[in-house]
Each structure stands twice: as C-alpha cells, then as structure tokens.
C-alpha cells in the first residue's frame, strides 16, 4: 500500500512538475538563488526529465515507445506503410536538432554542485544528471551521427561556442561512455521509490542499451572493430553486473505489460505509474476495442516451435491455414502476445486488425470492459526498463564482441542470458546451444532457412530471441538501423511484412470488400495495397536524418560551416 500511494504521488507530481521544472527551467538568477537550496529541490528538478526518456505507454491519446504500427520495421503490416524520410527539412524545431535538454542537464549538473547537501549526494544527483545528459546524446547521435559535443551551459553572448561544428560521432559517444561510467560509479544503489526512479541498476540497464546499439552500428556502419570493441564491451559489463546483482528474475511473460501495479514485479527495473483521474492512457483500448495494425506474417513466423526449431525445420509446425495451426505448438510468448482463438478481420470484428492477427499484449481483461478500458482512461502501469531486455543485451553484445576480436561466445554465456529467458515460467523452451558460429537445439545442429545468410546462424538466433521476446516494445526499428538492416522493411522486397492471415472470403461473408488477398477469393491479407503506398528502401542516406537547412544558413553567416550527412 506504501508503494502504491508513493507511485500515485509521482504520478501527480509528473503533471505538474514537468511543466514547472522541464518546459520553463529555472533560467534567470532570482530563481536559482531562491531554488537550488536543498536535496528535495534538486529531486523536483530530477523529475522533469523522467516523461522524456521514460514515456511508457505515453499520456493521454499520445504515444510513448510500444506497439508503435507505424514505424519503419518488419513486425507490423499497416494499410498505408511509413515512408523513409524524403526531404530535408528547412527548420529546426522543438522536436528535431534541438539541444534543449543537453542544456537543461548541463544546467542541473552546474547546479548541484552549489546545493546544500552531502557529498554523496552531490555525487549522486551529478551521476544523474550526467545520465540523463548521456541519454540525450545517444538520442541525438542515433538521428544526426556527428553532433556538437556541450558539457556546459552555454551563453548567449558566445558565438564560438553556440556556433561550433559538428564532433565525430566517436568523440561524442566516448563523452557519453564517461558519463555512464560516472553515474554507474555514484549514482545510488537504492534512492527509494524502487522502480520509480533513477538508480544504479536502471543506469546500468541503460547503459547495457545504448553500448549494444553503438557497438553494432561502429561494426556494421563504419566497420570500426576498434570502436565496436570498445562500446560492446561496455555493454557486456553493465549487463553483467546487474546480473550479477541478484536483484532481479524472470515471471509471467504478460504481467509486465498488463499490470495495474508493477510495483514488486521482480522482472521490471524501472516504471512508469498510472492512476484513474491523474495519469492515463490509451493503449489498452487500442487493444481491445478498436481497429489496430496487426503483426506481419513475417514476424508471426519468426516465433519458434515448442522443440526450439524455426518453421522451416520443425515436424511440430501445423502451417497457416486457420489460427488453430498457426498458434499449435509454437513458443508459448506467442499466446501471451497475440489472440490464439480468433481472426479479427474487417467487417467482422469492430476492432479488427489490418492483418486478421490481433494483440493482447498489454491488454488487462479485467479492466476491458470498465470505463477505464476505453478511450484514453486506461491506467495500467508501463515497464520502463526491465530485465528480460538485459539478457537478451548481454547475449547479443558477447556474440558481436566475438567477431570484432573478443572472447568467443560460450554455452555459459547462452544459459546466464537466451536460456534464462527460455526458462521463464510458462515458457519452458529447449535451450540454445553454440557450436561455433553454429546454432544448436537438443543437441542437434540446425540453420534456420530463412537465415540472412550475412548473419551468422547463432547470431541470427540471437536476434530472433531478441524479436519474440521484445515484440511491440519500440525495438524494432533501433534493431534493423544498427545492424543496417532496413532493407527487411522494403515491403515490394518483403512481401511478408505486407502480408497477414490466411482466410477464404467464402468463410466470412461479412467480409468487407476492400480486404484483398493474394489469390483473389483466397490466401493471405494484403494491407497495404495501392503501389504507391509501397515503402521501398533505396537509399542508405536514410539511417541517418539530415540537418535542417535554417541551421546550415545560420552557421553560414557566423563564418562556420555545418557539414550536412551524406546524400541529403
């Protein structure tokens, strides 16, 4: 009950504090001389960073990190497919090269160190703010790569500074790198309100994030093994120590993403709060009473059979016609994301799916038909970060780290991390053996046929565990960017990520006539139809956005030049 009225008054404290402290920082003297007077104060201040690196399920109507149908990835299959960005914008703006909240860190960090307080808690919140400024600049340099690096306020009367170009992309993640390390150092063990707020297991699980992603995009990207080396081995370490903490263990699959109150959960590292009247949103009505972008056909055939083979290889897999065989047999994540018993196909089903594949992921069946169900009233609580993602990181890190010239990957390393997940209760699945760079299963030496024959076959299981097991949660796309793989996303080169359920129309005489399938009367859903909404992958410039052109010309006329990314 203690948690639970803590939870609620963060929750309140969120949509006040937010507008207070993040949209109108403290700037001129008067405030900070009445402001930064105590730890109370500098944890207020702390808060306002917490809605922008830690959306959950987002408030309200608007989104936050899950089950996002429209982005650019492989798992979803909408009726009109986000395109690559096409044009560079003319103008910055509050959302696009903005350097906003590397200010406001760098105003908390300058700030603290004036508080009165410990030493320990200077320490602490200077951990914090440095890792809020950390997340920024991985935010940043995953959209631009190359990025001014600013570890200071800035002033207005300093145009050397405001105008200064670009830093390398590796010089600004070394930064970052120092920045984890600093928190990982002194930020708190516990710091109260567990779950709720910055500690040092949810730095390190962040941290365990952004050097998996910047590890592989120096592999893959610029082939840099020296760099690659560097941030994997980052990753592999705070991966590991968190695990090593024993704070932390697997549950029920579903209960992480349905729950009304995660507090306690053993699984979950850091959440966010929902409360009736204070702090909703909307993604359990999403899930249950309207139309939704369903799964691909791709991504419904990533799922393994219960023997641990893909479909390609197993006797278990019943093949696609009806959802009976579909969901026969397969890793038991898939009931605990998808409906099993049903297609909800349009002109049958009022919150029918553009794919027949309907989720429940997140839906809790015991508010679905309550008030709070509906709309943008529902308040169960959102996994920020949890543990199941830290396997999965440490298990891909080590197995990058061996091909950039680390240590191999050991059957160890699998059973701490892949196996640990395949032994979750209700899951249960044959565990992942390494032979070599080989793929194994009961003993058995296996290469899925669907395989990218670029990728490794354990390093293709690996990503596949990583898929299921992260399915809806906003991974996705960061996935296929790093390992510069966008081409899976090109639905004309896909045709099963622009594909669905197998149906006959002569089944569901309801069956809205602007559904198409492959064969006319029968086959698979089409929902993306028209030639024009195909999205096509064509030019790499896209992993990387460009700089706006009103930046370019400011820069123009201080005398300083603002390299543009390449193609743009």
Known sequence: MKLRIIALALGIFALSSCEDFLEKPPLDSLTDE???????????FSWGFYTAYFSGYGSGFTWGKFFSGQTLNDDFAPTSPTQFRRTV????????WTFSYVRKANIFLDRIQTVPMSDEAILHWSGVARFFRALEYHELVKQ??????????????????????RDSREFVMDRVLEDFEFAMKNVRVNDGNKGLSVNRAVVLAFMSRVFLYEGTWQKYHKGNSEKAKQ??????????????????????YREVFNSLNLAGNP???LYRHYEPGILTHALNSYNNLEPQTGVSKDAVESYLLSDGLPIGLSSLYQGDRGIENVMANRDPRIVGTLVTDEL??????????????????????????????????NYTDSPVMRFGEVLINYAEAVAELATVGGPALTQADLDMSVNVLRD????????????????????????????????????????????????MEGFRTDDLMRWEKLEYSDTEANSDINRGAWIKKSDYPKLQSSVTLTDGEEGYIIPSTAAVSQRLFVDPKVYLDP????????????GVTLTQNPGW
């Open 267 to 269: 699984e979950v590292i």
């Open 144 to 165: 631009f790569g190359d990025v001014p690096w600013y570890d200071e306020e800035l002033s207005e009367t300093d145009p050397e500074a405001l105008y200064k170009p």
């Open 34 to 44: 009445t402001y930064w007077s105590s730890e109370n104060n500098v944890r207020s």
């Open 424 to 471: 979750r209760p209700g899951v249960k699945l044959p565990h992942l053996e390494v032979v070599g760079e080989a793929s194994a299963v009961n003993g058995m030496v296996y290469d899925d046929p669907a395989r990218d024959q670029e990728v490794s076959p354990i390093i293709w299981e690996i990503r596949r565990e990583r898929r299921i097991e992260l399915m």
């Open 344 to 377: 909800r196909l349009n002109g049958i089903a009022s919150n029918y799916s553009t794919t027949g594949y309907a989720t429940l992921k997140f839906l809790n069946e015991v508010i679905k038909n309550q008030p709070e169900g509906g709309s943008n009233l």
């Open 547 to 558: 700089v706006p052109l009103d930046q370019i010309t400011l820069y123009e006329q201080n």
């Open 231 to 252: 941030y994997l081995e980052a990753s592999k370490k705070a991966s590991l120590e968190l695990m090593n903490t024993g704070g932390f263990s697997l549950g029920n």
């Open 89 to 96: 914008p003319t103008a910055a703006t509050s959302s696009y």
